[in-house]
T-cell receptor, first 114, second 111 residues
Framework: ETGVTQTPRHLVMGMTNKKSLKCEQHLGHNAMYWYKQSAKKPLELMFVYSLEERVENNSVPSRFSPECPNSSHLFLHLHTLQPEDSALYLC?????????????FGPGTRLTVL | SQQGEEDPQALSIQEGENATMNCSYKTSINNLQWYRQNSGRGLVHLILIRSNEREKHSGRLRVTLDTSKKSSSLLITASRAADTASYFCATDGQGAQKLVFGQGTRLTINP
């Protein structure tokens, strides 16, 4: 257990569905991240939140919408996704937003878009 | 863009042997991190080495960093079946505001 939980662990959705991924960290960290991991591609950073403020958005399509209501929770709202969005979505947190801090990852949500 | 590239892409050894994985990167860094990922799971941080360090140990893990060659290696000694996983290096790089991960080395320990 890393102290970062994600739900659901698996999700199958159609292209017209709306769903949300949830991440919760129990570590008292101030920074949280969403990553996308596709087959045969490096881990891609999607969003970064520091003290509940979005500080980075790496050219992610608008069909992905993050939300950080407090420092412990992070959501990724999904709508009108494409089959190529099927991937493992990983949430992570770190003590502060800084590249000298290790990141703690959740187990991921395996998303399949039909 | 800067990116850690692990080598080899896949490695299969017998239990008890040592496993060595390498990471090369393109631009100067402040620190380099190694992570492990079991199949379909999240990443687990293993070790962080700073640019002014040359070697670091943690249990059966030994990481080296050669900034002149822009490369790092991860050595796992006396491997165990539980070490079977993918191993990633992640670099920052001056000016970058995010960790950049390589594609990983898939390590298989055969009993």
């Amino acid at each position: 257990e890393t102290g970062v939980t994600q739900t659901p662990r698996h999700l199958v959705m159609g292209m017209t569905n709306k769903k949300s991924l949830k991440c919760e960290q129990h570590l008292g960290h101030n920074a949280m991240y969403w990553y996308k991991q596709s087959a045969k591609k490096p881990l891609e950073l999607m969003f970064v939140y520091s003290l509940e403020e979005r500080v980075e958005n790496n050219s992610v399509p608008s069909r992905f919408s993050p939300e950080c209501p407090n420092s412990s929770h992070l959501f990724l709202h999904l709508h009108t996704l494409q089959p190529e969005d099927s991937a493992l979505y990983l949430c992570a947190s770190s003590q502060e937003r800084g590249l000298q801090f290790e990141q703690f990852f959740g187990p991921g949500t395996r998303l399949t878009v039909l | 863009s800067q990116q850690g590239e692990e080598d080899p892409q896949a490695l299969s050894i017998q239990e008890g042997e040592n496993a060595t994985m390498n990471c090369s990167y393109k631009t100067s860094i402040n620190n380099l991190q190694w992570y492990r990922q079991n199949s379909g799971r999240g990443l687990v941080h293993l070790i962080l080495i700073r640019s002014n360090e040359r070697e670091k140990h943690s249990g059966r893990l030994r990481v080296t960093l050669d900034t002149s060659k822009k490369s790092s290696s991860l050595l796992i000694t006396a491997s165990r079946a539980a070490d079977t996983a993918s191993y990633f290096c992640a670099t920052d790089g001056q000016g970058a505001q995010k960790l950049v991960f390589g594609q990983g080395t898939r390590l298989t320990i055969n009993p």
